[in-house]
């Protein structure tokens, strides 16, 4: 059985991130945006990330620019960006396609988890959220609109 921990990404410094080094955390997998409608979600998912993340939770922010071109900068950009407006510490991956043939293979996985709405795989819009569970497995897919406080309570189950 695939779990988040036959993944291997790559952080937005470039750096090989080997997924099987989160085993044992509950993690928010994000598709981000700075130039979206929904960017100001950063400083929701910083919220969840303080708040329990003594506990084992972590968000991993995938920036994304399929959407609008929503995002257009490099990873010193994004970074900055995402310091300076939001006080992101959360761990910021390199920009990725969620959707299409060059999508990453983890959002792949992830979508296949966790339909969306009417049993639909392809993400919709920026923001899309993943939970994942302590053993790896994706627990539920989260829209856009979804505010990250609304999904607490879902966290807290796991933890």
Not at 115 to 124: E, F, L, P, Q, R
């Amino acid at each position: 059985m695939t779990t988040i921990s036959d993944f291997t990404v790559t952080t937005n410094r470039g750096e090989e991130l080997d997924l099987s080094s989160k085993q044992g955390k509950v993690l928010l997998v994000v598709n981000t945006a700075s130039k979206c409608g929904f960017t100001p979600q950063y400083d929701g998912l910083e919220e969840l990330y303080q708040k329990y993340k003594d506990q084992g939770f972590e968000v991993l922010g995938f920036p994304c620019n399929q959407f609008g071109a929503q995002e257009p900068g490099n990873a010193d950009e994004i970074q900055e960006f995402c310091k300076v407006n939001f006080g992101v510490t959360f761990p910021l991956m390199e920009k990725v396609d969620v959707n299409g043939p060059d999508a990453s293979p983890l959002f792949d996985w992830m979508k296949g988890e966790a339909k969306g709405i009417m049993g639909t795989t392809a993400i919709k819009w920026n923001f899309t959220k993943f939970l994942i569970d302590r053993g790896g497995n994706v627990v539920k897919r989260y829209g856009s609109t979804d505010k990250p406080a609304s999904i607490a309570k879902d966290i807290e189950k796991l933890l």
